[in-house]
């Protein structure tokens, strides 16, 4: 079945510090590829996602890139800030279900100032 | 655009009690999930509607969880008799259809005790 694996946190950083959230998936044919990120008390808010290999997904200086040949799709950003503080969920879809979603177990980012 | 609602936002029962969560997906989404995420993991998929009828519902404890979507609109989740592994936020999602992005509500935290 499908699965998504994601380095496990906390991970803790400096303010403009660059971050890097590892994540892997298993799955047949092309699945489609999410990052979510959820706030402290806030519900799941989808941040970027890509479709097709090679696609590369961004938004709020976060970016991941569709890596077919490593079944990768690593979060960055190049300068976090403490409003960056969240858990990070790295999720795909596949199937005739459509968008039914696999989440990984979450990464919890801690930006200090 | 108001968002997916959800209440109570907070539940704390005892084992073997029964608890029932309530959700109001945005308006025109005719697809409806329901997911468990239990602390320190990403969420699970419970059941998945489209408008009244249900698409997947292969993880769904039937032997003391349900869901119904009589009018195709709001949703009821019930679990009856809870067990302390129960305890979980439970999240609510929609989307416009199967292939469209789902948005998530702040989701119910359920307490077993």
């Known amino acids: 079945g499908n699965s998504v694996t994601q380095m496990e946190g906390p991970v803790t950083l400096s303010e403009e510090a660059f971050l890097t959230i590892n994540c892997t998936y298993t799955?047949?044919?092309?699945?489609?590829l999410f990052w979510y990120v959820q706030y402290p008390g806030e519900g799941l808010q989808l941040l970027l996602k890509?479709?097709?290999?090679?696609d590369k997904g961004s938004n709020k200086g976060f970016e991941a890139t569709y890596r077919k040949e490593t079944t990768s799709f690593h979060l960055e950003k190049g300068s976090v800030q403490v409003s960056d503080s969240a858990v990070y969920f790295c999720?795909?879809?596949?199937?005739?279900?459509?968008?039914?979603?696999?989440f990984g177990g979450g990464t919890r980012v801690l930006v200090k100032p | 655009e108001a968002g997916v609602a959800q209440s109570p936002r907070y539940k704390i029962i005892e084992k073997r009690q029964s608890v029932a969560f309530w959700c109001n997906p945005i308006?025109?989404?005719?697809?409806l999930y329901w997911y468990q995420q239990i602390l320190g993991q990403g969420p699970k998929l419970l059941i998945q509607?489209?408008?009244?009828?249900?698409?997947?519902d292969s993880q769904l404890p039937k032997d003391r969880f349900s869901a119904e979507r009589l009018k195709g609109v709001d949703s009821t989740l019930k679990i009856q008799p809870a067990k302390l592994e129960d305890s979980a936020v439970y999240l609510c999602?929609?989307?416009?259809?199967?292939?469209?992005?789902?948005?998530f509500g702040q989701g119910t935290r359920l307490t077993v005790v």
């Open positions: 799955a047949t044919g092309y699945p489609s």
């Open positions: 509607f489209q408008n009244n009828g249900v698409v997947d």
């Open positions: 890509a479709t097709k290999a090679d």
């Open positions: 308006s025109g989404h005719a697809t």
């Open positions: 999720a795909l879809t596949k199937g005739a279900a459509g968008n039914k979603l696999t």
């Open positions: 999602a929609s989307s416009l259809d199967l292939a469209t992005e789902a948005f």
